[in-house]
């Protein structure tokens, strides 16, 4: 059975590769999806994307993953900062979900060393570009026991 993954991207992240490139790169967020999915291809992996500028949408994407996901790979932009809803929302799914920010939150304003959310992630990913977003699905396959890394020893 595949196991499922939503990859889910939050507010202003469509503007990938022309929003501030210095800050988040220049790729864009359809070739951020497709090195994603294309990552995934040799393993039994249903991934799905999704990007909204809405906080109530994001919620919605969440509450759906119950129905076919395993896991989430979010990246949740500014709402990271703000939202208790999305806090809420990820502990109500009950699926790992791992946050991921494409810049070094922690070496930017103080206002975005404050994750509302990361406390309720499996973990966060933060400052390697687009791909943390490789990072944080190899560390659900490896937690599914798909992917194997280096021994504990
Ligand atoms: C971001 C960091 C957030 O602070 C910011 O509001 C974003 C992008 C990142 O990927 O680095 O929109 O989540």
Not at 114 to 129: D, E, R, T
Request: aromatic letters at 6%; charged letters at 20%; proline letters at 3%.
């Amino acid at each position: 059975m595949a196991k499922g993954i939503l990859l889910l991207h939050g507010p202003n992240l469509n503007l990938l590769g022309a929003r501030q490139p210095e800050i988040y790169g220049q790729k864009r967020l359809s070739d951020i999806d497709a090195a994603v999915k294309r990552h995934v291809s040799a393993y039994a992996i249903d991934l799905r994307a999704a990007q909204s500028n809405h906080e109530g949408a994001l919620v919605d994407s969440l509450h759906a993953a119950r129905d076919w996901a395993d896991g989430v790979v979010f990246n949740p932009g500014a709402y990271t900062h703000t939202s208790l809803a999305l806090r809420d929302a990820i502990s109500a799914i009950e699926r790992p979900v791992i946050e991921v920010h494409l810049s070094n939150v922690h070496g930017r304003e103080a206002f975005r060393h404050k994750s509302l959310l990361a406390g309720v992630c499996l973990g966060q990913i933060a400052g390697f570009g687009w791909h943390g977003y490789i990072l944080a699905v190899d560390a659900l396959l490896r937690r599914w026991a798909m992917l194997s890394g280096p021994s504990e020893e």
